[in-house]
Nanobody, 122 residues
Framework: VQLQASGGGLVQTGGSLRLSCEAS????????MAWFRQAPGRERDFVGV????????IYGDSVKGRVTISRDNGKNTMYLQMDNLQLGDTAVYYC????????????????WGQGTLVTVSS
């Protein structure tokens, strides 16, 4: 499985951005999919995860209430809608897929995209 994250860019505080993660192959619909992020000099941080059918989601405390994860299995694509962006949201955002895992830990994920940079300016 190859994952391609896109949609990053420069946005002002309080603004919105939608990231996409497109997957290759025909098994996307069976994977749990997640977003993580990593700011310079910091560890990778959990953003959120969505179950294979979109029925369940979990969000990290730092973004809860400001982001929404969704997916379209017909398009092999997952989305991250981010609103009210803050300076602390500046990071490279990675999407990840898990064959059998679930949750907030990076070790649960088998495949990773290359990341897309989000920069929030004041």
């Amino acid at each position: 499985v190859q994952l391609q994250a896109s949609g990053g860019g420069l946005v002002q505080t309080g603004g919105s951005l939608r990231l996409s993660c497109e997957a290759s192959g025909s098994t996307f619909g069976s994977y749990s999919m997640a977003w993580f992020r990593q700011a310079p000099g910091r560890e990778r941080d959990f953003v959120g995860v969505i179950s294979w059918n979109g029925g369940s989601t979990i969000y990290g405390d730092s973004v809860k209430g400001r982001v929404t994860i969704s997916r379209d299995n017909g398009k092999n694509t997952m989305y991250l809608q981010m609103d009210n962006l803050q300076l602390g949201d500046t990071a490279v955002y990675y999407c990840a897929a898990s064959v059998a895992g679930w949750g907030m830990h990076a070790d649960a994920y088998d495949y990773w995209g290359q990341g897309t940079l989000v920069t929030v300016s004041s």
